[in-house]
C-alpha cells in the first residue's frame, strides 16, 4: 500500500468509521464474570504489596516456580502455583539525592520521584536483571534468586548497581521495551531526561554499546516502543536479527495532515557492530516497515493506527513464529481495537522488497527505483554466504544508503487480509495480548487473552472460517479480574501450570485458563461454549485433555453443534416447566435468563387446543 491511500484514509475517518463500522456493534462474550464471582468460584487469586502501585514487570519462572514482580520501589518473589502464599520481596526505593533532583526537575516528589521497577529479565542461573526508573535516574542491578532447587532466596546485588540509561524509561509512563540476548540487552527506550532522545540501544555485554542515529526523525519519531523479540532466521547465528515493535508520527505522512500515527516493525542484525568511519557505534542494519491493521471499505481503509502490544506464538519451529497484535486507534470519533495476526514471512518479505524514498520538487514519499548498493542494506554481514565478516568492512556506499533509508516502502498486511477480532464501540480498548495453541478434539486453536483499560481480560478463540488463513476470533469470556478498573500492564502465561498472571496499577491476579464448570451442566452447554480447553465427559464439563484417551469426550470447537455430538445424551438441556399464576387483566413477570450471553431467547405462547406461536 502507498502513502497517497494512508493519506486519504485519515480526511475520512471519521465519516468511515461508520459506513465500515456501523453494523458491528460489540459482540457480548459468552460468558461475563464479576471479580466476585471469579474469587468464590474460580480460583482467582490476587497479590498486592501495601502502599505499593504499578505492577508492571512480570516474569514467569517455570522451574524455580516463581512469578517475579517489579513494581514501584519493589521486587517480589511469588508462588507461580498461588500467587497469595507469603511472597518474598525486597525494597528498592530511589537514593534521598536523586528523588530531590526530580522533584527539582519539577516531577512530582509522591507519584513520579520513585524507582518504578519497569524490566525483569532472566540473566543467568543464579542472578535475574532488574531495572527501574529510579526517580527519572534509570538504574539497573542483578537480584540473586539462588539455584533452581534451593529455598527461594531474592537479594539485590548492591555492588551491581550500574547505570539504567538506555535500558529502563525515565518516565514512569513510558514502558520498557526490551530484550536480552545472551549477556546482550537490546532496548527501545527515551534515553534522556526531557524524554525526546529515543533510541534502539544494545548495552551491557563484552561489545560497546550501539545505537540508533540521535534526533534523525527518518529513523525514529516520537517513538512509542511495545515490544522487542530475539528471531533467529536460519541454524546460521549470523542471520539472527532482533524485531522491534513500536508506533511513532509517520514521516512520511504529507505536512498538511498534521500528526499521523503509524505502527512500525524495525530489524537489527545482532553482529551488528556499528560502522569504520561512518555510523561508528551506531546500526548499520536498521530498517522499519509499517504494520497496517485495518478493516477494509469501500471508501477507503479504516486504520487501528495504535500498535499496543505483539505476542510471538512459536509453533512449528522458532524461525517463523506468528504474530499477534493488538492495536487501538487515534480517532476520538469511536473507541475501537482489534487483533491483527501476521506472518514472520510477510515481515521479512517488506525488508526484502523496495526501500522508500523522498524525491521531487513536492519531495513525495516514492519507492526507490534507483542502484542499492551491494550488500544490502539490512543484511547481515555472514562468512557463510557474503564477502563481508563484519559491519565495519561494508563499503561508503551501502552506509551512507542505510543511514539515508531506514524505511521500506511496503507495508506488513495481516493475514487474511483484516483483522482476527475486533471490538468497536464496547466501552474499552486492548491494551495488552498473550496466546497459547491448544489442541483439541477436531484440531489446533489459538487461545488470546486480551487486556483491556479497564481492567478486564478477554478470552477469544481463533476458529477457522471458510479457507481464510486466519479465521475469526470469537469472544468467550470476559473477566473482571480486578476489583477496580485499572489498565492492564502486564499478562503471562504459565502453560505448564495453566494459569494466566495479569498486572495492572493497582494488582497482580492469576487465574486459570479455563474454568470448564461455569459454561453449564449439560453437554450441549458445554459443547456450545466451543472452549478448546473444555469437554463433556458424560458427566460435566471438564478440561479437555488431548493425551487422555477418552472416547467419549465430546467437543465440538469447529461449529459449535451439540445436536449430532450431544444426541441421545442423558444431560441433553433439560426442560423445566414453571407455573405462574397471574390475575386476569394483570401482569406477571416471566424471567429466563440463559447462561450464555450469546443465546436467543425465544418466548412461545400457546391457548388451549393451539399450536404454539411465537411471540
Ligand atoms: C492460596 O494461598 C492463600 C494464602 O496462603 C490461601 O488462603 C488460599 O487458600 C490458597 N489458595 C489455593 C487455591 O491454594
Ligand atoms: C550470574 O551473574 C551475576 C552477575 O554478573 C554473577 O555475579 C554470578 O556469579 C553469575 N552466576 C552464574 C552461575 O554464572
Not at 236 to 257: G, I, T
Not at 280 to 302: H, I, M, Q, Y
Not at 308 to 332: G, I, K, N
Not at 509 to 519: G, K
Request: hydrophobic share 40%.
Amino acid at each position: 500500500m502507498g502513502w497517497a491511500g494512508a493519506a486519504a484514509m485519515i480526511l475520512g475517518l471519521a465519516l468511515l468509521w461508520a459506513a465500515v463500522l456501523g453494523d458491528a456493534s460489540p459482540s457480548p462474550p459468552r460468558l461475563r464474570l464479576s471479580f466476585q464471582e471469579l474469587q468464590a468460584r474460580h480460583g482467582l487469586r490476587t497479590f498486592r504489596l501495601e502502599r505499593t502501585c504499578c505492577y508492571e514487570a512480570l516474569l514467569v519462572d517455570e522451574e524455580r516456580g516463581r512469578l517475579f514482580v517489579g513494581a514501584e520501589n519493589h521486587v517480589a518473589s511469588l508462588s507461580l502455583d498461588n500467587i497469595s502464599k507469603r511472597a518474598k520481596k525486597l525494597a528498592w526505593p530511589a537514593p534521598v539525592e536523586w528523588r530531590e533532583e526530580c522533584n527539582w526537575a519539577g516531577k512530582d516528589i509522591g507519584t513520579e520521584c520513585m524507582n518504578f521497577v519497569k524490566l525483569l529479565h532472566a540473566y543467568n542461573r543464579t542472578h535475574l536483571l532488574a531495572c527501574g526508573t529510579g526517580a527519572f535516574h534509570p538504574t539497573c542491578a542483578f537480584v540473586e534468586v539462588g539455584h533452581r532447587l534451593e529455598e527461594p532466596i531474592l537479594r539485590l546485588d548492591l555492588r551491581s548497581l550500574e547505570d539504567g540509561k538506555g535500558k529502563s524509561p525515565y518516565d514512569p509512563r513510558h514502558r520498557a521495551a526490551s530484550v536480552l540476548v545472551g549477556e546482550e540487552l537490546y532496548s527501545g527506550v527515551a534515553a534522556d531526561l526531557m524524554g525526546r532522545d529515543f533510541t534502539i540501544f544494545r548495552s551491557l555485554g563484552q561489545r560497546p554499546s550501539l545505537r540508533t542515529e540521535p534526533h534523525d526523525s527518518r529513523w525514529l519519531n516520537e517513538p512509542k516502543f511495545v515490544k522487542v523479540f530475539w528471531i533467529p532466521e536460519s541454524e546460521n547465528p549470523d542471520d539472527d536479527k532482533v524485531y522491534f515493535f513500536f508506533r511513532e508520527s509517520a514521516v512520511e505522512a504529507a505536512p498538511a495532515l498534521g500528526r499521523l500515527s503509524v505502527s512500525r516493525v524495525g530489524q537489527i542484525c545482532r553482529n551488528d557492530v556499528g560502522g569504520q568511519r561512518s555510523l561508528v557505534n551506531k546500526w548499520t542494519t536498521f530498517l522499519k516497515a509499517r504494520l497496517v491493521c485495518s478493516v477494509p471499505g469501500v471508501e477507503g481503509d479504516t486504520h487501528f493506527d495504535q500498535l499496543q502490544d505483539v505476542f510471538l506464538l512459536s509453533l512449528r519451529d522458532r524461525w517463523s513464529p506468528l504474530l499477534y497484535a493488538a492495536f487501538s486507534t487515534s480517532s476520538t470519533v469511536l473507541r475501537g481495537s482489534a487483533v491483527c495476526v501476521y506472518s514472520m514471512n510477510d515481515v521479512r518479505r517488506a525488508f526484502l522488497g523496495p526501500f522508500a524514498h523522498k524525491e521531487g520538487p513536492l519531495h513525495q514519499w516514492v519507492s526507490y527505483q534507483g542502484r542499492v548498493p551491494y550488500p544490502r542494506p539490512g543484511m547481515c554481514p555472514s562468512k557463510t554466504f557474503g564477502t563481508f565478516s563484519s559491519t565495519k568492512d561494508f563499503p561508503d556506499d551501502v552506509i551512507q544508503f542505510a543511514r539515508n533509508h531506514p524505511l521500506m516502502y511496503n507495508s506488513v498486511l495481516p493475514l487474511g487480509g483484516r483483522p482476527l477480532f475486533l471490538q468497536v464501540g464496547a466501552g474499552y480498548t486492548f491494551t495488552r495480548i498473550t496466546a497459547d495453541h491448544v489442541a483439541a478434539a477436531d484440531g489446533h486453536y489459538d487461545v488470546l487473552f486480551i487486556g483491556t483499560d479497564v481492567g478486564t481480560v478477554l478470552k477469544v478463540i481463533s476458529v477457522p472460517k471458510g479457507s481464510q488463513p486466519n479465521g475469526e476470533g470469537l469472544l468467550l469470556e470476559e473477566l473482571h479480574v480486578f476489583e477496580d478498573s485499572a489498565a492492564i500492564t502486564s499478562m503471562q502465561i504459565s502453560s505448564k501450570r495453566h494459569q494466566l498472571y495479569v498486572a495492572s496499577r493497582s494488582a497482580v491476579a492469576q487465574i486459570p485458563l479455563h474454568r470448564c464448570a461455569a459454561h453449564g451442566r449439560a453437554c450441549a452447554e458445554c459443547c456450545l461454549a466451543r472452549d478448546p480447553y473444555c469437554a463433556w465427559d458424560g458427566a460435566a464439563c471438564t478440561r479437555f485433555q488431548p493425551s487422555a484417551k477418552r472416547r467419549f469426550r465430546r467437543q465440538d470447537v469447529k461449529n459449535g453443534d451439540p445436536s449430532t455430538l450431544c444426541s441421545g445424551d442423558s444431560s441433553r438441556p433439560t426442560l423445566l416447566e414453571r407455573k405462574v399464576f397471574g390475575v386476569e387483566g394483570g401482569s406477571a413477570f416471566l424471567e429466563c435468563e440463559p447462561r450464555s450471553l450469546q443465546a436467543r431467547v425465544e418466548w412461545t405462547f400457546q391457548r388451549a387446543g393451539e399450536a404454539a406461536r411465537t411471540q
